[in-house]
């Protein structure tokens, strides 16, 4: 049965285009802070916090792409950034021998300890402290109603 085509009411059009232009005005602050701290982008901090919390701090590059939700060509030139400032490494796959594994290095974990701290001081200031704990939380469970597989909130502390 064919879609019935409606037009957006003015409050869905409304809510749906604030929400694009805070997400871009956020990730451009926040991409502008890492980058003039630290000479990373948002994918390249992304990158190394998957990395950070994955089991041996390593993935195969596909796993990779799926977790930072890039192409795995976009994965690849993203990595060889991050290889050639000595952040990650490739390393053989121990399963499999014609893969390789990306793995975060020891330098990669200083760097990521420090622009963490920029990273969350920015999202404190820019988002965390426009808002209290209980819109926070509305916040929080009006988008759930977007996502296929939301977060739980955590408890009030």
């Known amino acids: 049965m064919p879609r019935t085509r409606q037009r957006l009411s003015a409050a869905q059009l409304a809510a ?20 003039d701290e630290h000479g990373l982008t948002l994918s390249d901090y992304d990158v190394l916090v ?12 596909a796993e990779l792409a799926r977790v930072v939700l890039l192409t795995r060509s976009g994965v ?7 290889e050639h ?17 990306v793995r975060l290095t020891a330098h990669g974990r200083a760097v990521l300890r420090h622009a963490s701290r920029t990273h969350l001081d920015g999202v404190r ?32 502390g």
Do not use: M, N, Y
């Open 85 to 101: 400032a000595g952040l990650v490494e490739r390393v053989a796959c121990p399963e499999d021998q014609r893969g390789s594994l």
């Open 125 to 156: 200031e820019l988002f965390g402290e426009r808002f209290d704990e209980t819109e926070l939380r509305t916040l929080a469970q009006l988008l759930d109603r977007v996502l296929d597989d939301p977060e739980p909130i955590p408890a009030p």
């Open 16 to 35: 749906w285009t604030r929400l694009l232009h805070a997400h871009s005005a956020l990730t451009r602050a926040l991409e502008r802070q890492l980058k």
């Open 50 to 61: 998957q990395l950070a919390q994955a089991p041996g701090r390593r993935l195969r590059p």
């Open 76 to 82: 690849t030139r993203l990595v060889q950034g991050l």
